[in-house]
């Protein structure tokens, strides 16, 4: 086993704000399958599929780094849980739920140390609000292809940054990381960081 990091993801976002704060790493996409079951909380949620991710990866017989990362991301809506529109309809029936109110986007993430068989979980949430957004505006944003591989139909780092009038915690967990609380687990599993 080696002294490296691999991502279990095949988000760009993740891989950018891993790369952001100078990780070296390498990124392997895991094949869960991510589906809710019944009265399980959005937190709950989040921490089972990072989980299924990360051990997808750590369990491959060619894997031979010695820490796996898998994360995953929802938007939460009047105790509605919302993941990636399947279509541009549904993406539009998700941003005039998401109009004019606030909502939370739970990340999860997963830590595994191979070498000392550990697991790290947990799952963080972010208030955003979004101003009234108008039939026009939804349909230009559904059309700019922008929200269909996004939770809740929307990305804070792109065109939707102009909804967003405010959020309350961490914003690179709406991207999908929360980087303050993933690298503290990062730190005590013995992963080298920058700071
Ligand atoms: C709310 C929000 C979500 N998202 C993205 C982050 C995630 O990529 C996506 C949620 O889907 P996820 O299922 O969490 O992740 P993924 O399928 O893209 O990648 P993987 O499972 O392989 O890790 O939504 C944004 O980019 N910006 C936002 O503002």
């Known amino acids: 086993m080696d002294d490296t990091l691999v991502l279990a993801s095949a988000s760009p976002r993740r891989k950018e704000l891993l790369a952001q704060i100078g990780l070296e790493f390498s990124v392997r996409p895991s094949s869960v399958a991510e589906t809710i079951k019944p009265a399980e909380t959005p937190g709950d949620l989040v921490i089972r599929l990072s989980l299924d991710k990360a051990r997808d990866i750590a369990g491959r017989s060619d894997i031979s780094a010695r820490w796996v990362i898998g994360s995953d991301t929802v938007v939460v809506c009047d105790g509605q849980i919302l993941g990636k529109p399947a279509d541009h309809q549904e993406a539009a029936a998700m941003l005039r739920q998401l109009s004019g109110i606030s909502h939370q ?3 999860g993430y997963a830590v595994i140390d191979r070498r000392q068989q550990i ?3 947990e799952a963080v949430s972010t208030k955003v609000h979004f101003r009234q957004l108008t039939e026009a505006e939804i349909a230009r944003y559904v059309a700019t292809g922008e929200p269909i ?3 809740g139909a929307y990305a804070i780092q792109g065109i939707a940054a102009c909804f967003v009038s405010g ?6 967990n709406v991207v999908g990381l929360p980087l303050c609380r993933l690298t503290l687990a990062l730190k005590e599993l ?3 960081l920058v700071i």
Do not use: C, L, M, N
């Not at 959020?167 to 690179?172: A, K, R, V």
């Open 149 to 151: 591989d996004k939770a």
């Open 167 to 172: 959020i309350e915690g961490s914003y690179t």
């Open 119 to 121: 697991e790290r979980t």
């Open 105 to 107: 986007v739970v990340s």
């Open 190 to 192: 013995g992963v080298p």
